[in-house]
């Protein structure tokens, strides 16, 4: 793995030593010795992580980072405190200005790159999201959802995994107040109730005396549930290999026995505040992605989404020679209802409309909306016999309820034509089949509307 590393310190020597150890690692570094120095690289060279010292003259280390995280620009990359400094209030001072982890000096080197490794891969998939969602704002799909670390955080759903002889009552006394947290003491339930239940964060003893802390994390991240959870660990002070063996497998946190209770708020606070953002960025996502493929106005697929997937609907469906169908449906004398009731009316019938062909057809059919009123169903599995009886059944649906969806307009009669068509030959192409069941949509007009027209060819 490759990284960009900014290292801060105001001697020389240790950014020099810092420097050598992470090139030697093949990581591109950049360097600063002062904290006005750092928060301007940072923000014009977008480090993957900052490695920064806490004692330096002018403006320290702590506020350095409290800089870095209330910028909309740096606040997603992580801070390191590289620090002389170990005791606890130290390290809770660094975690409410924002730091994601410390290393002590002098710094080890197994520590030092298992640390940097750990976040930055973490970033990476964070900033993959935060791609993802600016390329969203920008195409004005969605608002943009800039975190903002001022404001409150509604309690936390925690589980913790400890030995019934642990520290789970000095956690669960510390957390009860600001979070819901359920404890167990046997690994395989735990286990088992993370798959079905929606916590947010997951502590886990990595000495537990009768079970492998580090194969529950494993599992844990095996998961599909628990893939995206925090998970912070519990380790002894001296147990620094399976600390790194946690963090390289994807642990996100830990804390060093004996527990102290503020460093345990700050990083539990820290951890449900990422995942949050995250799960913000993954629904920003979702939400996206399916906007990009669904009508607005209806909820129903879009042409776009139409166009792409009925292709491999037709060939999969001549490769295994299987029957599939296909109705272009028109809402009759749509045009007289916006003229005379105006287009707000209009549109509550199209949503009326979507809503009666969601209730009309099966789970494996698809619904689009082409455009205006004109829609397209595709039905698989279906000849052409099944699917002229699936266009009766939804045109006697439309025709045989007035739609009221405004009081003022009152009942409104709507009716529909359909035209259907279906798969008759091997080389069949998804056009063949729409342009075949918009002559028999054509004929269904011609003929005195509202009524189920098959093609004939």
């Not at 006697?396 to 798969?423: C, M, N, R």
Request: charged content about 30%; hydrophobic content about 40%.
């Amino acid at each position: 793995m490759t990284a960009r590393v900014l290292v801060v310190d105001d001697i020389l020597a240790n950014v020099k030593l810092l420097e050598a150890k992470l090139t030697a690692e093949y990581f591109e570094v950049i360097t600063a010795m002062n904290g006005a120095d750092a928060l301007e690289l940072a923000q014009r060279n977008q480090p993957d992580i900052v490695l920064l010292d806490v004692m330096m003259p002018g403006m320290d280390g702590f506020e350095v980072c409290r800089r870095l995280k209330s910028s909309p620009q740096t606040m997603h990359i992580p801070v390191v405190m590289v620090t002389a400094l170990d005791q606890p209030s130290d390290r809770v001072q660094g975690l409410d200005a924002g730091a994601d982890d410390f290393l002590t000096k002098p710094v080890n080197d197994v520590a030092l790159f298992a640390r940097v490794k750990s976040l930055v891969r973490l970033k990476m998939l964070t900033d993959e999201l935060r791609s993802r969602a600016a390329t969203s704002e920008t195409m004005g799909l969605l608002e943009d959802i800039t975190e903002d670390p001022s404001v409150s955080q509604p309690p936390g759903r925690i589980l913790l995994v400890d030995d019934p002889d642990g520290s789970g009552e000095r956690i669960v006394s510390t957390l009860e107040d600001d979070h819901s947290i359920e404890v167990f003491d046997d690994p395989q339930q735990a286990l088992f109730a993370a798959a079905e239940n929606d916590w947010e964060m997951i502590i886990v003893n990595l000495n537990l005396s009768n079970y492998d802390g580090l194969r529950l994390c494993s599992q844990l991240r095996s998961l599909e549930r628990t893939r995206a959870h925090p998970i912070l660990v519990l380790v002894e002070p001296d147990d620094t290999a399976r600390l790194l063996r946690a963090l390289d497998i994807g642990v996100h946190d830990y804390l060093l026995r004996p527990v102290d209770r503020n460093e345990l708020k700050a990083r539990v606070k820290t951890q449900l505040r990422k995942r949050r953002y995250a799960e913000r960025l993954r629904s920003n996502v979702a939400q996206s992605m399916e906007m990009a493929v669904t009508d607005s106005l209806t909820g129903l697929y879009n042409r776009r989404y139409m166009e792409g997937h009925l292709g491999t609907l037709v060939n999969h469906a001549a490769k295994r020679g299987k029957a599939i169908s296909l109705m272009v449906v028109d809402i009759d004398f749509f045009k007289a209802v916006n003229d005379n009731h105006g287009h707000d009316v209009g549109d509550e019938v199209l949503k009326e409309f979507a809503r009666r062909i969601r209730q009309g057809i099966r789970g494996i059919d698809m619904a689009c909306r082409l455009g205006g009123e004109e829609f397209v169903l595709v039905l698989p599995d279906t000849d052409m016999s099944l699917a002229y009886a699936i266009g009766e059944r939804l045109r006697q649906s439309i025709a045989g309820v007035p739609f009221e969806v405004d009081k003022k307009a009152g009942p409104l009669s709507i009716t529909i034509s359909i035209g259907v068509s279906t798969l008759e030959q091997a080389d069949d192409d998804p056009d063949t089949l729409i342009k075949r069941a918009d002559k028999a949509l054509y004929r269904a007009k011609r003929d005195g509307r509202n009524r189920v027209v098959a093609d004939a060819a």
